[in-house]
């Protein structure tokens, strides 16, 4: 498995930005779909966006699309998560995960390295 790390979060007024970074550790990161999932109070864990391993193809959810944009760095081992026009709805601790190069990059369940989470937070 790989170890991840997660930092960035923090509190900003709706229409701001921030960018979440995510370190990971162990085997050789090209070879990991990554993925940043985010779980609000009382809801469950949901898919935000994805790259996959080989061709670093990106996945959004349909409520980020357009604002939020997935990028890595191969050379640095991290995956960041570029998150512009924040609402107050993508209040949530924001994870990182990782998974082996043929998971389907949207499902949760494929992932099985999990980085301990970074709180997002928009204020209206």
């Known amino acids: 498995q790989v170890q991840l790390r997660e930092s960035g979060g923090g509190l900003v007024q709706a229409g701001g930005s921030l960018r979440l970074s995510c370190v990971a550790s162990?085997?050789?990161?090209?070879?990991?779909?990554m993925g940043w999932f985010r779980q609000a109070p009382g809801k469950g864990r949901e898919f935000v966006s994805g790259?996959?391993?080989?061709?670093?193809?990106?996945y959004y959810s349909d409520s980020v699309k357009g604002r939020f944009a997935i990028s890595r760095d191969i050379a640095k081992n991290t995956v960041y998560l570029q998150m512009n026009s924040l609402k107050p709805e993508d209040t949530a601790v924001y994870y990182c995960?990782?998974?082996?190069?043929?998971?389907?990059?949207?499902?949760?369940?494929?992932?099985?390295?999990w980085g301990q989470g970074t709180q997002v937070t928009v204020s209206s």
């Open positions: 995960a990782a998974a082996d190069p043929v998971a389907v990059v949207i499902e949760l369940a494929h992932y099985d390295s």
């Open positions: 162990g085997r050789a990161f090209s070879t990991y779909t």
């Open positions: 790259i996959s391993a080989r061709r670093g193809t990106t």
